[in-house]
């Protein structure tokens, strides 16, 4: 399998996934700007023109996070990083995918384009941010509030949807969201981002793009 990424993107989700079913693949870096990576022009890739994509071994390419998440997930039963005992459980994992595709993920990707293209996801101005604290933070808020007694979303342990969070608490860090407010959110962000699979999926990536120069001279 290959992974087309950005570092500290949506991809991240899939990249620690990966590492966590112990499945072979290797990494694919996409420049979001020129759309380019290794073996060329990405739109080739996928015409969607965003990461992450997951190139299967027959060649097949996969989009969106969410269902990415599920085909690793699948390739790896034993793992458990998706519900396989019973399908209301498999019903509740996938309903946190889409929860943090539809409510989370697309409510932090800004409108803004910089130079034309989406170049960067996350807003680089501080009204664009500020905006983007005011969509996410009552999601956060309703996740913290399920958090409560639980380590994971699922329960006792860390499976698909935790991986995908964990990105979009990332970003929340990034946007100076001040979690906090919510003690079971940023103790499960902290435990977490402890996690091996996590610290080695963040070290190779480096570090994300920088969302200072719009916001400093925005002022
Ligand atoms: N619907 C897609 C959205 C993916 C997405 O937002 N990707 C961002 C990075 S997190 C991206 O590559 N943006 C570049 C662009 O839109 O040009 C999914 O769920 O995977």
């Known amino acids: 399998m290959i992974l087309f990424y950005a570092a500290g993107a949506s991809s991240l989700a899939p990249h620690i996934l990966l590492r966590e079913a112990g499945l072979s ?10 759309k380019r990576w290794s073996g060329g022009d990405y739109n080739e890739i996928t015409p ?27 390739s790896k039963p034993e793992q458990s990083l998706l519900p396989t005992q ?22 932090f990707i800004t409108p803004e384009r910089h130079g034309g293209v989406a170049a960067n996801f996350l807003s680089k101005t501080a009204s664009g941010q500020q905006a983007t604290r005011v969509l996410v933070s009552p999601r956060l808020a309703y996740i913290d509030r399920v958090l409560d007694g639980r380590n994971f979303l699922m329960g006792d342990s860390f499976t698909a949807p935790d991986a995908y969070l964990f ?21 499960y962000f902290e435990r977490i981002a402890m996690m091996p699979s996590v610290c080695a999926s ?6 994300p793009h920088s969302l200072k120069e719009i916001k400093e001279s925005v002022g």
């Open 167 to 187: 990105v979009m608490l990332t970003w929340a860090e990034r946007l100076e969201l001040d979690l906090s407010p919510w003690r079971n959110l940023l103790s």
């Open 25 to 34: 693949f290797s990494l694919e870096k996409v420049d979001l700007i020129t």
């Open 86 to 107: 019973s399908l209301r459980s498999r019903y509740h994992a996938l309903e946190w995918l889409n929860y943090i595709a539809t409510e989370i993920h697309k409510n």
């Open 202 to 207: 963040r070290k190779i990536e480096g570090p």
């Open 48 to 74: 969607k023109s965003y990461v992450p994509a997951l190139k299967l071994e027959d060649g097949d390419v996969i989009t969106e996070c969410a269902v990415i998440l599920q085909v690793i997930a699948d």
